[in-house]
């Protein structure tokens, strides 16, 4: 019956998303929902769907269909151990012999995966329920117990998908404003202050010329000994060729857009020049080279990401995590496999966007104590690079 079967839906549903069991799909006419959960390296997935199906074969076929869509998503299939449980909500069983189905089964995957399907019709409710909370972290195996009568289900129905949707859409609201709290002004305007320098860098001598470079604000280790502290700054406006211009300028609007709007501008702002300086001054103390660019406050943003990733973990690998640790992981990979990149640059700029953003914290969140240790750490990490800059050069 309809009422009944609706009410067995809304009522795991509910009680999943109480459990912390993340919604990462609802059908436009909500009969079916795909949840995850991650607990200690097992991802388990939990399918939903209100459907009834009169023969095994469109059981069977539903059932591969949907574990093929799944495994495309590789964003969701996290962890060493992927459990896909499938839970069909019906007042019919198929016709024919089907329960074969029920045991699980393994998914033909590189990690290891498996399938488990459950089937509560009106006769085995309180069975498959059984199966599944013995499967499933953190589920009440009473759920499914003590059915009350068509007209009060029908009203608990009602309700349930009201306060499902009700906080579904709370959690939507409260992910967009995490991303809300600034516009890429300030991203936009460093674009366009760095592409105007090296126009007149490249118009004046050649972004290329090493002498051009140092006479613009390069830096220059010899220089920076003998006071000339201003090039740890001005370094950060200038590159070396179009090719370095143009992967850099890539990084910084993809990455600072997303961090202007996480941090706001003011924060956005000190992180940025915090992270140059410390990959300006961890250039100083580890290359002697002459250099310049935005990489060391770049890769500062990648650290004020990982710092936001610390703090809204689901929000963080739901949209950049994986990507964005990969995409860190070749830079270093690269950088230490070609001798002409500057690594001193970049890490440093990744840990003092890391520390910057620590020091300014995220929007509504504050911690006083953590926010001055950062402070005073970052001061002593400076002082500390900068001397060991010092005695290189003597």
């Known amino acids: 019956m309809y009422v009944t079967e609706k009410f067995k839906l809304m009522k795991i549903l509910s009680h999943l998303l ?6 990462i799909y609802q059908s436009k006419d909500r009969d079916e929902y795909i949840l995850q959960r991650y607990d200690r390296n097992h991802n388990h997935i939990v399918r939903l769907l209100h459907r009834t199906y009169d023969w095994s074969n469109q059981l069977k076929r539903d059932l591969e269909q949907r574990i093929s869509s799944i495994i495309k998503q590789k964003r969701i299939l996290k962890g060493k151990h992927v459990h896909l449980h499938f839970i069909y909500i019906s007042d019919l069983v198929p016709v024919d012999n089907w329960e074969s189905m029920k045991r699980s089964m393994p998914v033909r995957h590189h990690k290891a995966m498996d399938v488990t399907v459950y089937y509560l019709d009106e006769l085995s409710r309180e069975e498959e329920w059984s199966r599944i909370s013995d499967q499933l972290p953190d589920v009440n195996d009473q759920l499914m117990l003590n059915m009350p009568d068509l007209e009060e289900q029908g009203q608990q129905s009602i309700y349930l998908e009201q306060s499902v949707q009700a906080k579904l859409f709370k959690e939507k609201k409260a992910f967009e404003k995490v991303f809300s709290y600034g516009k890429s002004r300030l991203t936009l305007l460093l674009l366009v202050i760095n592409i105007i320098i090296f126009m007149f860098v490249e118009n004046s001598g050649g972004s290329t010329n090493v002498e051009n470079l140092v006479k613009w604000g390069a830096k220059f280790n010899p220089f920076i000994a003998q006071g000339e502290y201003w090039r740890i700054i001005t370094s950060m406006f200038l590159h070396i060729g179009l090719i370095h211009l143009l992967m850099n300028m890539i990084a910084l609007y993809y990455l600072g857009e997303v961090t202007e709007k996480i941090y706001g501008t003011k924060r956005f702002l000190v992180i940025y020049f915090i992270a140059g300086i410390f990959g ?22 990648f650290g004020a990401l990982l710092f936001f990733g610390m703090h809204y973990r689901d929000i963080f690998f739901k949209t950049m995590g994986v990507n964005l640790m990969v995409v860190i992981g070749i830079n270093i990979v690269f950088g230490l496999s070609v001798p002409q990149i500057d690594n001193g640059a970049h890490i440093g700029g990744l840990v003092g966007g890391f520390i910057a953003s620590q020091i300014v914290h995220l929007p ?23 001397n060991m800059g010092l005695a290189r050069v003597k």
């Open 18 to 23: 109480d459990e912390n069991y993340r919604l």
């Open 280 to 301: 300006s001054i961890a250039s100083f103390a580890t290359n002697d080279s002459v250099s310049a660019g935005a990489s060391g406050a770049i890769f500062g943003l």
């Open 364 to 386: 509504q969140k504050k911690s006083p104590l953590l926010q001055v240790i950062s402070g005073i750490a970052a001061i002593i990490i400076i002082g500390i690079l900068f």
